[in-house]
């Protein structure tokens, strides 16, 4: 890459990292919590890694925090997990709970680090499970407003960023991956009204922060994968604005402009789709009003005309960590995707292209005004620790720097970004393919198949990244 500016960020950048509860807390049956729905995969459903332990963070969350203070944090984005604080259908709140999330959160005040804190990251109590087949039934609504007011009722003090629900259009999307298809009997239609319900819960979350925290703001996480038109013909540039409607922008004008797009009111249209809009909904969506976008982005997407008459392909995720296992969809009328052959790709076939950064936040920014953060970005590999004891990722450092440059000239072209949280802080499990997929600046030393000591090991990225922050992102 050709450095030809040096970025310049603004002063009181949030610089941090990023984890999730399932995926680093371990402690599944401790403190109160009760099982949540990811639990109960992660230990039948291979490749999911099992979760009782993670990277333990529940008992390393001090050792943490001051790993995040060596490094110079002034963030850190996590999630709560639901089942910790509201156990049980009695809607009972656990005191134990809420004592670990708060020792969590001083531990993080007390070194000057923002918490950024999600509401909900994947992880569905299984009681909201039984009792509601989870974001199936309207029920949920009501009891999601409950867990998220006692989450701002008891941390809403010292937490002023919250997120609502990490990447609603990838669980949409996604849905039998991530597993929110569950119970579905037609998931190509069910999916919008699963989609709707959890706009509500998004929206309830949004009025009552504004309502209950002092000075609280409050956004979305979307996925975000930019989309580009595999060449000039016409056809794939429509393709590509397709692909991007039906994975992302639907969901972000929503956030934005409180109301359905054309585009998706169309397309439920033509295919006899009904998303369950009650009376009352858009009224209660039309008043959360969000105050900024968290972005998850870690690849881009190519899309390319796909003709009705040509078949029809489903998407299938490499799990394996071996290149070439990736499969790009089809979706006859709509679009289709294909491999970018200008950039490099991860073990997983994600497409490494920081480029991809610059372009999202200009997007988002042109398209919406509105504050942006960034909650997640990253490398994920196989890695070990090394005969000197030491971990070298020097491809992570080299994907950070070339991403956060890439930040540095968005914010350079106009754009109003706030704070970068790459994927992750720790080693934790990752969503596909548990430890062996490692996205951390600091080792964790266990594995899928064996627990062994979970010594935290300060990888060489760590260590960049401290001088990064340090010269407030203008070292290079
Ligand atoms: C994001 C999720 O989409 O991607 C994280 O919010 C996840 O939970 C991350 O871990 C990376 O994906 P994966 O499958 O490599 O863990």
């Not at 199936?136 to 009891?143: L, M, S």
């Not at 990253?378 to 000197?388: K, M, Q």
């Not at 990888?459 to 960049?464: I, L």
Request: negative net charge.
């Amino acid at each position: 890459m050709y450095y030809k500016e040096n970025p310049v960020f603004p002063e009181g950048f949030m610089w941090g990292a990023s984890s999730a509860a399932w995926q680093v807390e371990g402690g599944v049956s401790e403190g109160g919590r009760t099982p949540a729905i990811i639990d109960l995969n992660s230990k039948k459903k291979k490749p999911y890694a099992d979760n009782s332990i993670a990277a333990d963070h529940y008992h390393h969350y001090k050792e943490d925090v001051a790993l995040m203070a060596e490094c110079g944090f002034s963030s850190y984005r996590f999630s709560l997990s639901w089942s910790r604080i509201i156990p049980n259908a009695d809607g009972r709140v656990n005191p134990e709970g809420i004592a670990f999330y708060n020792d969590l959160i001083d531990e993080l005040v007390k070194n000057k680090i923002e918490p950024i804190v999600t509401l909900y990251h994947y992880d569905m109590p299984v009681w909201v499970d039984e009792k509601f087949g989870g974001w199936r039934n309207r029920g949920i609504i009501d009891v999601f407003d409950e867990y998220v007011r006692v989450c701002f009722e008891n941390f809403g003090d010292r937490v002023k960023y919250w997120l609502s629900i990490n990447e609603q259009n990838m669980q949409i999307v996604y849905g039998h991956w991530l597993g929110v298809s569950k119970g579905c009997e037609d998931w190509e239609k069910d999916k919008w009204s699963v989609n709707h319900i959890m706009n509500l819960c998004h929206a309830k979350a949004v009025i009552a922060c504004h309502e209950m925290v002092d000075g609280g703001k409050i956004g979305p996480v979307p996925g975000y994968v930019p989309i580009y038109p595999e060449t000039c013909n016409p056809l794939d540039q429509i393709a590509a604005m397709n692909a991007e409607e039906l994975t992302e922008k639907i969901w972000n004008d929503l956030y934005v402009h409180r109301e359905y797009n054309g585009f998706v009111k169309k397309f439920w249209k033509d295919n006899d789709i009904d998303p369950g809009i009650q009376e009352g909904d858009m009224e209660l969506i039309r008043k959360a009003k969000i105050d900024f976008f968290a972005l998850n982005c870690y690849r881009s997407n190519v899309g390319k005309d796909a003709p009705p008459d040509s078949g029809f392909r489903e998407l299938a995720l490499n799990k394996s960590g071996i290149k070439g296992e990736f499969v790009y969809p089809n979706y006859p009328g709509q679009y289709a995707l294909a491999a970018n052959p200008y950039v490099e790709t991860t073990d997983w076939d994600w497409e490494i292209d920081p480029v991809a950064m610059r372009y999202m936040l200009r997007y988002v920014w042109d398209h919406y005004q509105l504050p942006m953060m960034i909650t997640e970005n990253g490398y994920g590999a196989h890695e070990s620790v090394d005969a000197d004891g030491k971990v070298h990722d020097p491809k992570r450092i080299e994907f950070l720097r070339e991403q956060i440059y890439q930040v540095g000239l968005a914010i350079s072209d106009g754009c109003e970004v706030i704070g970068y949280n790459p994927w992750s802080f720790t080693d934790l499990l990752s969503t596909g393919n548990g430890m062996a997929k490692r996205y951390g600046l600091v080792y964790v030393n266990t594995t899928d198949e064996e627990v062994l000591d979970l010594r935290r090991i300060r990888k060489d990225s760590f260590y960049w990244y401290s001088e990064l922050i340090k010269s407030n992102g203008s070292n290079w």
